[in-house]
């Protein structure tokens, strides 16, 4: 049995998404912008994310393997789907759910950078700093948060919960019963 607790409600998420929607707007001004989703979780800030960008914008989207079906990083990032169009020249902002070891955004940034975008940005809703294993560094981060396992608005625990409205920490009742 798992239980959850609110750590951001959707009121508080609504109103950062939008802060960061119009300081990327104000960075970009008069640029055109791609945003590149990390599938899955970063989908349902994207998509809110995207609607607060008053520019000129495209999506594109990546894919890596990720935590499988535990809560610990495997320490390996395998791509599984690259971009479907060129990067070259572009505005790039890579758009992630959470950035935790920052083992995913490091190998990401290097796929995106062999491309020779005009500049390349990292949006991070969450930030779980004191996880950090590799100094990489967000540019939009929405909120800084503890090392506790959460999930909603697109984060997952072995695929579930990711349409939940709020971001909640997972607790787990304990193994033995
Ligand atoms: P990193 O490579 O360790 O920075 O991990 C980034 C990825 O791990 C994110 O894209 C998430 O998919 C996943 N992740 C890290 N922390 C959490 C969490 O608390 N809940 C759900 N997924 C997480
Ligand atoms: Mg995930």
């Known amino acids: 049995m798992d239980r959850l607790k609110v750590l951001f409600n959707q ?12 300081q990327i707007t104000r960075d970009f ?31 594109d989207f990546i894919a890596v393997s990720s935590y499988g079906n535990s809560r610990e990083q495997s320490g390996e990032v395998k791509l599984l789907k690259d971009v479907d169009h060129s ?32 500049s390349l940005k990292i949006a991070a809703f969450l930030d779980k700093v004191s996880r950090r294993k590799q100094p990489v560094h967000a540019d939009y981060v929405g909120f800084e948060i503890p090392d506790e396992f ?18 909640c920490i997972l607790e787990s009742e304990p193994e033995s019963k």
């Open 29 to 59: 001004e008069g640029e055109s912008v791609v945003l590149i989703g990390v599938l899955k979780g970063s989908t349902i800030f994207l998509a809110d994310l995207a609607r607060a960008i008053k520019l000129d914008a495209t999506f």
């Open 150 to 167: 959460v999930v909603g608005y697109g984060l997952d625990f072995a695929e579930r919960y990711r349409n939940l409205p709020e971001i």
């Open 11 to 22: 009121q508080q998420i609504a109103k950062k998404v939008a802060e960061l929607g119009a």
């Open 87 to 118: 990067m070259q020249g572009k505005n790039v902002i890579l758009v992630e759910d959470i950035l935790d070891t920052g083992l995913t955004l490091t190998y990401l940034k290097n796929l995106v950078l062999a491309h020779q975008p005009r």
